[in-house]
């Protein structure tokens, strides 16, 4: 009995964190996966696999450059689970060198 209501605390907790980490985004105008929870990022660098053009958009934000735009987020509370959609805005690097222009 206590391990379950040990585990469910530890949900809400994450939960909570994954929430808030959700709400401080909306303030931030341009950030890198640093601000994104961590189970993110292999599925937004999936995504950004799908299209060519964007090879080395996806070596930059790896290497931690902040290319994410004015983020767009809704959460939403279903019974027992919560769902959330994020729409980001991501520029095309160009080249592997056009991130050293930008310093």
Do not use: W
């Amino acid at each position: 009995m206590v391990n379950r209501a040990f585990v469910s605390l530890l949900r809400l907790t994450e939960i909570q964190d994954v929430l808030h980490q959700f709400a401080s985004l909306e303030t931030i105008t341009l950030f890198g996966f640093s601000y994104l929870p961590p189970f993110l990022h292999p599925q937004i660098l999936s995504q950004l696999a799908t299209d060519v053009s964007m090879k080395h958009t996806t070596k930059a934000l790896d290497e931690g450059f902040p290319l994410f735009i004015n983020p767009m987020i809704e959460s939403e509370h279903d019974g027992p689970c919560i769902d959330a959609s994020v729409l980001l805005t991501v520029p095309v690097v160009p080249d592997k060198n056009a991130s050293n222009k930008c310093l």
